[in-house]
């Protein structure tokens, strides 16, 4: 069983930064593709950047140059940094685990305009 929490959303204005952190339990982080998703309202859920075992990242070419995923395997913890913020960013933002269908309970991120 794998627990993802997510940490560090909340109310940006546009063109500012926020920090997402996701920490897992469980001893199959390290050797898995972590990944973040988000869902606007009325939206389906997209994915917004994948990261491997190996540090490959893989980025929505609607995030690409502004946000930048990193993972820490010694804390189990995956992280999304974004910049540049847009209001078409608002969404819940989950942090993902997609091999093995485990998902975290999402975090709030809301960029006024």
């Known amino acids: 069983q794998v627990q993802l929490v997510e940490s560090g959303g909340g109310l940006v204005q546009a063109g500012g930064s926020l920090r997402l952190s996701c920490a897992a339990s469980?001893?199959?982080?390290?050797?898995?593709?972590m990944a973040w998703y988000r869902q606007a309202p009325g939206k389906q859920r997209e994915a917004v950047v994948h990261?491997?075992?190996?540090?490959?990242?893989i980025y929505a070419d609607s995030v690409k140059g502004r946000f930048t995923i990193s993972r820490d395997n010694a804390k189990n913890t995956v992280y999304l940094q974004m910049r540049r913020l847009k209001p078409e960013d608002t969404a819940v933002y989950y942090c993902?685990?997609?091999?093995?269908?485990?998902w975290g309970q999402g975090t709030q991120v809301t960029v006024s305009s």
């Open positions: 993902a685990l997609p091999a093995l269908g485990y």
């Open positions: 469980g001893r199959t982080f390290s050797s898995n593709t």
């Open positions: 990261i491997t075992s190996g540090g490959t990242k």
